[in-house]
């Protein structure tokens, strides 16, 4: 049986060197503000943007909520960007994806000023990432290092096999295991022999998508495995991994939920923080 990677425990720790910092801030007459932009009424992205204003509540950075309708247009959005971008009480901007087919996502993202990407999403942020001098933190991933760190597992020369290549969290999952070292297999799929691939995994991320898709003869004996999926499944949340049977063999495995969802909120007001800090110059 496995070790269980609490991501609410790990999140609340850096929640509260956010807040603290912020509380700092504050003292310092400097506020810190997150603008989250929501366009249409997607049931899952509705709660992913109250659990982000909760969270800012929570850590005194001031939210606010931009609520666009699914008709919006596109010159709708990017002239609510362009205000934001200008706005110096601003510091983050987040425009929750996925938006409606009838706008156009890439152009979207690349109105959003990089120094107030705190998604890590525009392409200069991501080029960022790719040579390893960046400000802000891709999300989740980031999350997850995070989490291996807390619990002291090392990354270095290990085989770390990630199955996904999306550029939320694949991609920038991929090139940060590389940063630390590790020896980074991107499986897909159209990814032969994936339960090959996947075995070889001493650290295992699953950001597929599909519900319960990791099994457990697609795990090694003592992995990390590492589950970012997000999907519903006869009525419950569940994750990408075959919780039940796949911690039998992991040595640490995160659970859904109360795994990688929280840290991803964490690293967010992570990323505000920084925005702020550095829009004020103090870093
Ligand atoms: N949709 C799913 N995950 C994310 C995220 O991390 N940021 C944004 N903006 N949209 C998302």
Known sequence: ?????????????????????????????VSVCLAVI????????????ANKKKACEQLGIVSKEFLLPETATQDELLSLIDKLNCDESVNGILCQL???????????????????????????????????????????????????????????????????RSNIVGKPMSMLLLHKNGTVTTA?????????????????????GIAKF??????????????????????KLCGDVDFEAVSQKASFITPVPGGVGPMTIATLMQNTLTAAKRQNNLI
Not at 1 to 29: F, H, P, T, W, Y
Not at 38 to 49: E, N, R, T
Not at 98 to 125: R, Y
Not at 214 to 235: E, L, P, S, T
């Open 1 to 29: 049986m496995s070790n269980i990677i609490d991501g609410k425990l790990v999140s609340a720790a850096v929640k509260e060197r956010v807040a603290n910092e912020v509380k700092a801030l504050n003292n310092q007459g």
């Open 38 to 49: 929501l366009v249409g009424s997607d049931p899952a992205s509705q709660i992913y943007v």
């Open 98 to 164: 996925p938006l409606p087919k009838t706008l156009d996502e890439k152009a979207v993202i690349a109105a959003i000023d990089p120094n107030k990407d705190v998604d890590a999403f525009h392409p200069i942020n991501v080029g960022k990432i790719m040579i390893g001098d960046y400000d802000f933190l891709p999300c989740t991933p980031a999350g997850v290092m995070e989490m291996l760190s807390y619990y002291n597992i090392d990354v270095c020369g290990k085989e770390c096999v990630v199955i996904g």
């Open 188 to 208: 897909h799929s159209r990814t032969k022999n994936l339960a090959e691939v996947t075995r070889r995994a001493d650290i295992l991320v699953a950001a597929v």
């Open 214 to 235: 990791v099994k457990a003869d697609m795990v090694k004996d003592g992995a990390v495995v590492i589950d970012v999926g997000m999907n519903r499944a006869d009525g």
